[in-house]
């Protein structure tokens, strides 16, 4: 078993925001990313498969395959969007924090890769907070 | 004369539009980053001071104290912000480019600093654009 | 379960040295980390734990609150500090390598962090050298 | 149980071509990396073994040994070289993917390692694309 | 005036060689990266362009534009190439060193920007050696 | 004229302390750097010479020849040292900060490079501090 990761950008503005609590109280829970005009990060995700490689190939899976299907299925709808309002993929009054959005990414992607299998995505939301969702 | 850098970080959302275009011209010249509901960056600031050292400390200047100027006079200002919406020495319909960024941020800073000069602002809005200003 | 890391840097000082050997063995063991007058790193610390995301949040842990648990229980107390000289939780004769420092710091942060676990520490020595400890 | 990484860097040439297929079937499926003059990549190796810290030393591994190791068994054979052609331990006829490479160099590695075990190796192709082995 | 910069990568295969020098010269003066069979790297070229921000836009340039120009003028015809044999503007018996590659991507790129002027090229062949050129 | 840079890295301890001040004084200029225990960094040396590229070999200086003079002149002296008490070239009472390290860099370097002209050096004390140096 080898494990093959493509790592993909996309720049995006969001807020965090409880529709449900008080002005005071989203900021005291949320600090700055509470702010209502948003603010936006320049993100990166990890998108990791596991697989043998093919005998012939010696890939697990091509990456220019694998690049393409987190396009149309992730980066093309969260680029230089609104992750709050623009992405027809997330709840509404879901948090686009950044384990939320590897939650929503992963139901998003795994069912579309093909010859090998989604084991973990990670997503940068700065370059000193990041986190890891394998699925489950 | 030795030149010293000090890099700060914030992350704003911002979009590019000019009100007297169709919203066709808009997207047409801006793409992506005339979404109506903004998008965001992780931008990396980078403030070069030139001095000559102390003979006693060794320092162009205290990269404390610098820190200290950018954080009161920049970082607090757009950090978490909406750069076109929540900057106060934004002025009404510029572009918040990078370009435009740094060319107001050598306004806000130039004469702010004790000891040593101003001598060029880096602004990365990406890993892979960013732009340099030496004032002039 | 998502994992959400959050990464923390301190320069410190330090030496690698067993007070039972002769010069010659400490030289020969442990080259030129041996150096009497010390030598000195830019650390870097990502604590990763893990969680549920928050229903209404979507907060594994507040990644403010993870780094504050972080600054009073381990930054403060080696950053700008002689990793072995000046730090209260490290056991006499202990040498301070990367491996050494993790289990310590597990000691340290464990039980401080509230609403999620300590699922991994890894500390980064050198842009080369890093290493990583579950707990056990 | 402490995991501790070393990573090497080394440059190298190579191609993706079956030999068994037509021109135009190795276009389609390798693209670019089907140049038959070749092209190539700075690669970045993290070797990670894993052990108990020795109680005096503090070390899993002395990092200078493992270093001496990577380069005798590994970069040595691999760095300014034609990975199709120049490799000893290539299998003729074998795909240098990145995939491939790893189970290689992990049956050059894995037996040579003394006093700690070999746990994983992870192989950055371009800043974009790494894959990961454990051995099986 | 601002300077704006783009940064393109490109991986290609070479090897330094002076047809006129006897096989031990070439690898007296050139080590390593004499190899008969290639080496490669994974380069990084920032591309820097000077100007005054239009007053609408806020661009000194389209950074988009810049980078397609940049594709069809350069990378297009280096990336996953071989820079000895397979790049139509290398003259023949050229060392494809970073130096003169900087010369000939100046040559290649300076006229065809339009709107801003070409200020300088810089190009990483490693993480640890680049080189600069201001077109004269 | 073609710019090359070399980039090289040492691990040092130092403090900044002015013997002439009390313990009050060099607390509240130099902060947490004045720790009597010493502290240390992972600095970054980037060394720039210029020159015209050679016609046969396309080199403005061989960077391996450029790495070594650069390993005797300075990083032999400076790596796993302490700044203040182990560096033969450091005058007595002078701060070891990165400025004055740039200047004094500079003095054991520029006479000993051969066939190119030393043109700038740049010292990376962290991630977010630097200094450069054009030897006046």
Redesign the interface.
């Known amino acids: ?9 996309f ?4 807020k ?1 925001w ?1 529709a449900d609590w008080s002005v005071e109280k989203n900021q005291e ?5 509470a ?1 209502k ?6 993100y990166k995700l990890h998108v ?1 498969v596991k697989g043998k ?1 093919d005998p ?5 899976m ?3 395959e694998l690049s393409k299907v987190v396009k149309v299925e992730i980066i093309d709808k969260v ?4 992750l709050n ?2 992405v027809d993929f997330m709840p509404k009054g ?7 959005m ?2 929503l990414f992963w139901k998003q992607l795994a069912s579309k890769i093909e010859g090998a299998e989604l084991h973990k995505l990670t997503l940068f939301e ?9 699925g ?1």
């Open positions: 078993m080898v494990y093959l990761t493509r790592i993909e950008r720049n995006a503005a969001h965090l409880v829970v949320f600090g700055k990313c702010n005009n948003w603010h936006g990060h320049n990791t490689p012939q190939t010696g890939f697990v091509d990456a220019k680029d230089h969007m609104n309002l623009d879901m948090q686009p924090t950044t384990e939320n590897l939650i700065t370059e000193t907070i990041y986190a890891e969702y394998f489950e």
